[in-house]
């Protein structure tokens, strides 16, 4: 009863709590880097240094009039953030944050599942999340809504292809598509797949910018073409959801991109004696880490790189992320095969 119920659902709740937290403090932390990035100090009048930034911008968007346009779908309106944001949690039901701890006795494992299809259960759900933009374009019944749920759609399509072949790669060299699987294959190998597949990683990264609509990819938004994108039309708590959906995905790229290219929970060289004081950090401080690391990224990007063209956007996913996976994906089958 307690191993099959109630762990499970105070493992919801703790990483549930802990993800709307951490995509609250992400807005803060990048108008933070943003603002560093062009030598000021970002937000500073709520709480110390603007910590309490967040809660003040969530109270305002509770209490700020939720408007629905009069010739707007109200159902398919309302429901279209709801389907961005779901997919992007229930990812994490699959995401091992380490590996095991003892608590009252009993060995708890850092993770609510450990399914045999794990990485495939990722990205099934988490290409639903792009419906969510599709129905608030077209709902919205605006002209500027509508062209970036196409931008959105494109884009999704274009990118994801070249980031499924290239986890291909990384299933072909762990023998196994379970993510907990995929860490225990790299302890096994002695070193992180990244070193092994730099160019494999590089393509998953841009991919993950792509696919969550981020600088330099952030067609779908692009202020100075469709004033606001999808999320035109959007006030109130629906606007809100858009914007947690978005940092919820930084953070599962994030995630994914530590467990399958950057050892996971593992501490680097994991297999070298001389390191093993470095045993004393607890694995999910070496996941929340590197997690943090990437999304660092995420936001340093943003404040550095302008937006691509549509054209140049295009032209990157076909002629040169795809045909690179696959050429990727034929060297790792043919090093694999003979080194059988």
């Known amino acids: 009863m307690i191993d099959s119920v109630v762990l499970p659902i105070l493992k919801i709740v703790i990483v549930l709590n802990a993800l709307l937290v951490a995509v609250t403090y992400m807005v803060l932390l990048e108008r933070k880097v943003i603002a560093w990035a062009q030598a000021r100090l970002g937000p500073m009048r709520v709480g110390p240094y603007g910590v309490l930034q967040p809660i003040a911008d969530a109270v305002k968007l509770l209490i700020k009039e939720d408007i629905t346009p009069t010739r707007a779908d109200k159902w398919v309106f309302t429901i279209a953030p709801v389907i961005s944001l779901v997919p992007a949690i229930i990812v994490f039901a699959v995401i091992p944050f380490g590996s095991s701890v003892t608590l009252f006795g009993r060995t708890i494992p850092l993770y609510i599942t450990d399914v045999n299809v794990g990485l495939l259960y990722i990205l099934s759900v988490a ?3 792009v419906y969510g933009i599709i129905l608030a374009g077209w709902s919205s019944n605006s002209k500027y809504p509508l062209l970036a749920s196409l931008r959105a759609s494109a884009q999704l399509i274009s990118y994801e292809v070249g980031t499924v072949l290239i986890l291909v790669s990384i299933v072909v060299m762990a023998g196994t598509v379970s993510m907990v ?7 096994n190998s002695g070193f992180w797949y990244v070193f092994v597949q730099p160019v494999a990683f590089v393509i998953f990264f841009i991919g993950g910018l792509a696919e969550t609509n981020r600088a330099p990819f952030d067609l779908p938004e692009a202020e100075q073409e469709l004033t606001g994108g999808f999320h035109t039309e959007y006030s109130g708590m629906r606007f809100a959801l858009f ?20 050892g996971g929970w593992l501490r680097p060289f994991p297999n ?12 999910w401080i070496w996941f929340l880490s590197k997690t943090f690391v990437f999304l660092y990224v995420f936001l340093w990007v943003r404040a550095t790189l302008p937006r691509y063209r549509y054209d140049q956007l295009m032209r990157l996913g076909w002629k040169v992320l795809i045909p690179v996976s696959i050429a990727n994906l034929i060297v790792t089958g043919t090093v694999k095969v003979m080194l059988l």
Do not use: C, K, R
């Open 181 to 187: 699987g995929i860490v225990h294959a790299q302890y």
């Open 272 to 283: 070298v004696a001389a390191l093993s004081v470095l045993d004393l950090i607890p694995s």
């Open 127 to 129: 290409s639903i999340g």
């Open 243 to 262: 914007f947690l959906a978005e940092y919820a995905n930084m953070i599962v790229v994030s995630a994914v991109a530590t467990t399958l290219f950057w």
